[in-house]
């Protein structure tokens, strides 16, 4: 056969105009056709002698593979080729896994000539074939050599999320019978796919404690096999801490604070010595000093405590004291200091609690170190008006406990309402300046709410005020949950 | 001050000197006779020297700090019964469950309130 004629099915105007100026100089004629079935049955009253696929227009008519269309159309014995740009390796292996003879770069590469006889020859073109099937065999067979060499768990699945194979390591966390299961079942106790997955189409990476109790970060790519199917090879690196590291961590955190701490009684002490006149008596201008001098002890304190709080919730080394609670017994914990705060201000501090509220099983301290960070934070950005701390009971599900703290403040500017709970994010106004912190409470609030499968949230309306809210599970056996 | 008869003694021992005169201060102001320590060591020597009433114990100090000294101060016929409390920058629950075991009588995280403290003081000296 020889060759003269050449369709090019796609649409890459520069690809065609620089295939047909470099096919031109060797006597070859080449037509571009749209990617579609049209374009395939136009292309039969051109009688081709070989078609050009291009990649990039791979999934055309509703998804339909371009070059079983092509077949379709009467290109039964025609070389067909990819088109494809130098970086899309993966796009040339599944082509070649779907039946194309060969494949050329675009945009072309020296001659490309000696490649299209190349695949005139038919015998070429069934050695091709085999070739690429057996070269996916074998790189499939490689991939399950590594991830068994490895200590830590990897798996392969189908695209339905059923594994296919498990290597020793995650066999010995979740035994030999579970290979019929999905992944997401198995490895995740879900019942449904993981976004993560569902969601990257190449490469995904997530971090999960397994059922050893480890915690493993993973990584996950897509393969094809000699049938042409995907399949997703996830691989995971065990990210548990080392006991020894963390023993020094503990330590290194507990000594740094003590550090901190250790001086800031001494400042805190002589403060006080000299307030009370113990140290002899003051002027008004030496007492308005000291008050400075322990008004900043205070605070340096205050962001000493958020720091090594902060640090400690956001890296997991935190422990809950759960036990069932009542909302009104854990606001008793911080009412006196807010009401005294609000009265301050001038500021009304309300607080309604239906009687008939479920139990929380929460840690007290913790609850109520949120409820007074979200109504300090009120307090401290409402000049006039009123401070409201509600709850209430929501059945949906299995039932949550709402509790909401508003105001009638400055509100807080919709751009920033996303980021407030980001660590160290401060909304940039005068006002929010003039007031202390460090832009951890919301941070360790958010935290805290989490640790007990529950939400956070906030909306705000600016110059109106703001409102956050948390959910927490409603204590199961207790009258409405 | 009018110091009485019965006036009692408060060892205080912490390696920071300057919060060892800031509560001596606080305390005599309070009407108490006070001694101070440094270390772990001499904090037992001068409880054996002043048989206190009252012992306020940092944790951690040089020649074997808190832990040490009162496990010396609870093994000893004539200490024994001294009230210990514990006044330390470490604010680990592991620590101030090893003291409640070793026999204190509170633990304060530092920096404190002066007044709940003062109050836990004449409180365990029966005042």
Redesign the interface.
């Known amino acids: 056969m020889k060759l003269k004629r050449i369709a090019y099915f796609g649409d890459d105007r520069d690809a065609i105009e620089d295939l047909r100026e470099t096919l031109e100089k060797i006597n070859l004629q080449l037509k571009d056709f749209s990617p579609t079935r049209a374009g395939s049955l136009e292309a039969v009253g051109f009688n081709p002698d070989l078609i050009l696929w291009d990649l990039d227009n791979a999934e055309v008519d509703g998804g339909n593979p371009p070059i079983e269309m092509i077949r379709e159309s009467g290109f039964e014995n025609q070389p067909i080729l990819g088109v494809a740009k130098r970086e899309d390796a993966e796009k040339i292996v599944k082509s070649l896994a779907s039946g194309a003879t060969d494949f050329i770069y675009k945009p072309v590469i020296g001659n490309p000539l000696p490649r299209l006889v190349a695949a005139m020859s038919a015998s070429q073109r069934d050695k091709r074939v085999n070739w690429s099937n057996r070269a996916l065999d074998t790189m499939n067979e490689q991939v399950r050599t590594i991830l068994s060499s490895l200590k830590d768990p990897a798996y392969i699945v189908d695209p339905e999320f059923n594994i296919l194979y498990m290597n020793r390591a995650a066999i010995e966390i979740y035994g030999e019978g579970i290979e019929d299961g999905t992944c997401y079942h198995m490895f995740y106790g879900r019942s449904q796919p993981c976004d993560v997955c569902l969601k990257s189409k190449g490469t995904a990476r997530w971090r999960s404690i397994l059922k050893n109790g480890k915690a493993y970060r993973f990584m996950s790519t897509v393969i094809v096999n000699s049938k042409g199917e995907f399949e997703k090879v996830a691989m995971s690196t065990d990210i548990t801490p080392d006991e020894e590291v963390m023993k020094i961590y503990k330590t290194f955190i507990s000594n740094v604070s003590h550090d901190l701490r250790t001086p800031l009684a001494a400042i805190d002490q002589y403060a006080n010595i000299m307030l009370e006149g113990l140290a002899g008596d003051l002027n008004e201008d030496q007492k308005k000093y000291i008050e400075v001098v322990k008004r900043s002890s205070f605070r340096l304190g205050n962001l000493v405590e958020n720091l090594i709080d902060a640090n400690n919730i956001l890296s997991g080394h935190f422990k809950l004291k759960l036990r069932v609670s009542k909302i009104p017994d854990i606001l008793d914990i911080v009412l006196e200091r807010l009401n005294s705060q609000a009265q301050e201000k001038g500021l009304r501090l309300q607080v309604q609690i239906p009687g008939d509220l479920p139990s929380v099983y929460v840690d007290t301290q913790r609850i109520a170190q949120v409820i007074a960070n979200l109504a300090g934070n009120s307090i401290k950005f409402t000049e006039e008006g009123i401070v409201q701390i509600r709850a209430g009971y929501m059945p949906r599900g299995d039932g949550r406990v709402i509790v909401s703290v508003e105001d009638s403040g400055i509100g807080i500017p919709s751009d920033d309402l996303s980021r407030v709970f980001d660590m160290f994010y401060r909304v940039e106004s005068d006002q929010v300046f003039l007031e202390e912190g460090a832009g951890l409470g919301l941070t360790i609030s958010r935290e805290i709410i989490r640790a007990h499968g529950g939400t956070l949230w906030a909306e705000s309306l600016e110059g109106m005020g703001s409102a956050f809210h948390f959910a927490l599970p409603a204590h199961k056996g207790d009258k409405n949950s | 001050m009018i110091v009485a008869e019965d006036q009692k003694t408060v060892l205080v021992a912490d390696d920071?000197r300057?919060?060892v005169t800031?509560?001596s201060?606080?305390l005599r102001?309070a009407g108490y006779k006070v001694v101070g320590a440094y270390d772990g060591e001499e904090t037992y020597n001068q409880a054996i020297k002043h048989t206190p009433d009252l012992i306020i114990l940092d944790v951690?100090m040089p020649s074997g700090g808190g832990f040490f000294a009162i496990d010396q101060i609870k093994h000893s016929l004539k200490l024994r019964d001294i009230p210990v409390i514990f006044l330390?920058?470490?604010?680990?629950?592991d620590m101030k469950e090893q003291a409640k075991e070793l026999g204190a009588e509170g633990y304060f995280?530092?920096?404190?309130n002066?007044e709940e403290f003062m109050g836990v003081i004449k409180q365990v000296l029966g005042e």
């Open positions: 920071d300057d919060l800031a509560l201060i606080r102001a951690r330390t920058a470490f604010d680990d629950e995280r530092k920096p404190f002066d």
